[in-house]
T-cell receptor, first 114, second 111 residues
Framework: AQSVAQPEDQVNVAEGNPLTVKCTYS??????LFWYVQYPNRGLQFLLK??????LVKGSYGFEAEFNKSQTSFHLKKPSALVSDSALYFC????????????FGRGTSLIVHP | DAGVIQSPRHEVTEMGQEVTLRCKPI?????LFWYRQTMMRGLELLIY????????DSGMPEDRFSAKMPNASFSTLKIQPSEPRDSAVYFC?????????FGQGTRLTVV
């Protein structure tokens, strides 16, 4: 079985400050991890993914995520938040040795204040 | 490529009516997913296809829901009869290998 948890429904951060959106996962085998962003009235857009290799993954719009195997986490980060980053963020996981279907978290609403 | 295309973008219908949502996946993608998004339940996987064959429809809430994929470039999700609790945003997504690509969604309102 595979699952993903996003413990925060909402994250508030001031523009220019660093941001972190948290994600933890559970899989039987090795994880395949993703972050997606959803802007209002739009579909989910792919941000970044991790399969193997460097634990720090860089993605679109200046976002990056850090894979931590011991903590089973894949937190999304950005050094300096923009108001335009305000959106809904989804973490997803797939078990590389199991189901092809990704499991999505419930999403975290990021609000960046001017 | 234009991405995953869904139609209509918005649908308002009366309870009891049949609703058909349409999806054109990205060419070459062999997996197609239908999701439903609501505030209460978040993103739910309804059904997915592999090479046009339905693989798992365990997420389909009731027999009122059905989905087809007659060919690699087209899929439909049908609700008959529709009910107010079906109101949600329905997304189609396709993938070939790794990340899924989502359509813009269809916002369904059943009154």
């Amino acid at each position: 079985a595979q699952s993903v948890a996003q413990p925060e429904d909402q994250v508030n951060v001031a523009e220019g400050n660093p941001l972190t959106v948290k994600c933890t996962y559970s899989v039987s085998g090795n994880p395949y991890l993703f972050w997606y962003v959803q802007y209002p009235n739009r579909g989910l857009q792919f941000l970044l993914k991790y399969i193997t290799g460097d634990n720090l993954v860089k993605g679109s719009y200046g976002f990056e995520a850090e894979f931590n195997k011991s903590q089973t986490s894949f937190h999304l980060k950005k050094p300096s938040a923009l108001v335009s980053d305000s959106a809904l963020y989804f973490c997803a996981v797939r078990d590389l040795g199991g189901s092809y279907i990704p499991t999505f978290g419930r999403g975290t609403s990021l609000i960046v204040h001017p | 490529d234009a991405g995953v295309i869904q139609s209509p973008r918005h649908e308002v219908t009366e309870m009891g009516q049949e609703v058909t949502l349409r999806c054109k996946p990205i060419s070459g993608h062999d997996y197609l997913f239908w999701y439903r998004q609501t505030m209460m339940r978040g993103l739910e996987l309804l059904i997915y296809f592999n090479n046009n064959v339905p693989i798992d429809d365990s997420g389909m809430p009731e027999d009122r829901f059905s989905a087809k994929m007659p060919n690699a470039s087209f899929s439909t999700l049908k609700i008959q009869p529709s009910e107010p609790r079906d109101s949600a945003v329905y997304f189609c997504a396709s993938t070939r290998d790794a990340e899924a690509f989502f359509g813009q969604g269809t916002r369904l309102t059943v009154v």
